[in-house]
Every structure is written in C-alpha cells, then in structure tokens.
C-alpha cells in the first residue's frame, strides 16, 4: 500500500521551507532531538536511579508502544520521505526509508499524552508549544509531510492517554515486588509490542528496551527497590550511573554492537541498581 502525499502537503513543506535561514536551520536541528527516543531513555534512567520506579517504567512503556506503532504503520502504509532533489533536507533519518508516521512525532506527543494531566496550565502550554516546534521541525527539516505528523502526533497522544489510564489502574506497582509479575496481560502486552519493534524498527533501540524490561522483571523479582536520595547523595548516584552508560557507548558502537546496547538497558534497570543497593546495605529503603 503506498500513500502519496498530497498536493496540499506538498506545497506545505515548500512554503514551511521558504523561511530558512541558518539561524533556523541550527534551532529545529536542535529542538528535533526532543523527539529522539534516546534523550527520554536516558531521562527515564535519571527516574529509575531516583527511586522513582513507576514513573521511569510507565515512562519507558510509552515509548515502547509509540516506537511498536511507528515500526509497524511504516511499512504498512509505505509513504516514501521527502526527496532530497525536491526539498531542503537537513538531516539523514537512518531508521527507515518510509515517513508516515513520523516517530519524532509520535514519540513526543506519546510522552506529552502521557504526562497531560500531570501537567498544571503553564506547564500544559509550555508542552504544546514545545510539541508543536517538534512537529513543525521535521517538515522544515525536510525529513517529513505535512500527514506525517499530524498522523504520528495524533496516534502518539492516544497513546500517551492509554498508558497514562493504565498507569492509574496499577498505582502500587513499586510497593509490590509480585505485583509487576501478576499483571499477565501488561507483560503479554510489552513482550508483543517488542516483537513488533525487533520486526520493524532499528535492533539497536529494541535491544535497548529489551534491555531496560528485562532488567527491571528481575529487579523485582529479586524483591529489589530503589533508595531514595536526595542532595549531593542523588546527584553522585546519577553522575556515576551515567558516566557507566557513557563508558558503555565509548568502548562499544551501540548502533553495531547489539550486546553493548542490551548491556546499557541492563544498566539502568539491573545492574548499576543492584551495585548500588549492595553497596550501600545501610541505606534506609523509601519505595516510591
């Protein structure tokens, strides 16, 4: 099935594009990478080594189900990316050579979908505005149709909505070390979502996320929670957690080396967690 763009869209990005400048050029390469999985895995890490267990994993599930359904539309409805001998493009996608639905789109409406109540009112406009630059970027970028990211911003917020509802169905998730391995159906649900993801998207990210999952079921298998920090104690935590993940990335070529990518959503889930708590036997367990 192959959706091509409309006159409208067309004519869309060739009037978004009348407006470059270097100036803007530099700002939407920048304000792009919002929409990048990589910079929200490495957020929901900061969570996870705070003690905030939940938020970090509901976090991580959103951008599983937003990069599931990005990888498998893709290919279904075969829209080809803009072409460079007809647009400005800015950048090489590397992911895929099909645009609808843009996953810079989905992504970021997905983590906005999913935070939206969590928001208060200048926060909540803040975040529109900040998704609406993102959006805009990848048709200026010329990396994406007007449809693109209307479709990945919509799919992406029902997205966000549902996880943010089921979210709220298992509020003690992180008080009870059972409780993640009793919920079959959110299990069965991330096990598919990561089958379609190894299907469709980059192994990379998918072995990342394999990665994270699998670390944090044996965290709480092993009957694990995190220590709450604070002060200089969590900004330490953090700082050497990271510069583990950076060692990772250094000695190894995550977009080659699929062992160092899984090793890195270990990492944040299991191993740097579980040192942690060894470590420091005395510290006074709070559960988020």
Known sequence: MMFDPLPIEIAFSHFVQTFSTESFDAFFLAITFLGNPLIWIGISA???WKGDEKKSFFLTTTLLFAAAFVGLM????????PLANEFRVLTNPTDSIYS??????????????YYYEKFKKNAKI?????VLLVLFSRIY??????????IGGLFGFLIGRLIHIFEKNFPKIEKNSKKVLEEVGLISAIIIALFISFAFQPLALTIGLLGYFAGIFTFKLLKMDSTRLTGKKLWLKEAIGFAGLGLIYILFDPNVDLVAMFTAG????????????????KQKHLIS
Do not use: C, Q
């Open 46 to 48: 900061f969570l996870f």
């Open 74 to 81: 893709k290919p279904a409805l075969g829209r080809l990316r």
């Open 100 to 113: 609808m639905p843009s996953g810079h789109a989905t992504i970021m409406t997905g983590i906005f979908g």
């Open 126 to 130: 803040l975040g529109i505005i900040i």
């Open 141 to 150: 970028l010329g990396v994406h149709f007007l449809g693109d990211v209307l």
């Open 266 to 281: 270990l990492w944040i889930t299991l191993i740097y967690p579980l040192l942690f708590e060894k470590i420091n036997p």
